[in-house]
């Protein structure tokens, strides 16, 4: 292993660290605070590790999953987090975030770099297994969270039952279990009087 290697890959290490600054919409299930993105990225690997069982295919790629949940968001260290109710930031978030991408995995050595962003476009791209099981546990997690903060963000940000209904219906191509669960969140949440039916 060459001196500079490690340096590339330390620079990258380093680099990631600023995960831990990017806040999300999403508050923690006690409501004390928003969630950063190295805590969502942590929790989606133990949702992958438990609830792989419940995917669309039976022979995922276990290790896949944990490398895109893992890295999937570093490009927000760049891009920021796009909300994903927020129908103006979306129109530029691709743009952005292939703009981080490139800067970002850039600091790795060539063979990683490749590596990186094969995964990370993969998981973009969402046609793989994989990327849909990925993307199901990426979309639940923070609905699941919003449900247990008693819908705080939703309620901010004015989102009704149809929009959830809508933007997640998506975690239904990665597993028909976890998208049963989530409609069920959203009814609950309704009747809870958290979730606006317009």
Not at 65 to 75: G, K, N, Q, S
């Amino acid at each position: 292993m060459t001196p500079n290697r490690l340096a590339q890959q330390m620079a990258f290490i380093i680099e990631a660290d600023k995960l831990k600054n990017i806040f999300r919409q999403s508050y923690i299930s006690d409501e004390s605070r928003r969630e950063n993105d190295a805590e969502h990225s942590w929790h989606l690997s133990l949702m992958a590790i438990t609830l792989y069982e419940h995917a669309n295919d039976p022979d995922l790629d276990l290790l896949k999953i944990l490398r895109m949940v893992i890295i999937h968001d570093i490009v927000e260290i760049d891009a920021g987090d796009t909300y994903i109710y927020d129908e103006v930031h979306k129109r530029d978030q691709v743009a952005r975030e292939q703009r981080a991408a490139d800067r970002l995995f850039g600091l790795l050595p060539d063979d990683q770099v490749q590596a990186f962003r094969s995964v990370w476009d993969e998981f973009e791209a969402g046609t793989t297994p994989e990327a849909r099981f990925a993307k199901a546990i990426d979309r639940l997690h923070p609905m699941l969270l919003n449900y247990l903060a008693g819908g705080k963000t939703w309620s901010k940000h004015g989102v009704v039952a149809s929009q959830v209904r809508a933007i997640n219906q998506k975690i239904g191509d990665g597993s028909n279990t976890l998208w049963e669960y989530a409609q069920g969140l959203i009814e609950k949440a309704i009747d809870e009087g958290m979730l606006a039916t317009k």
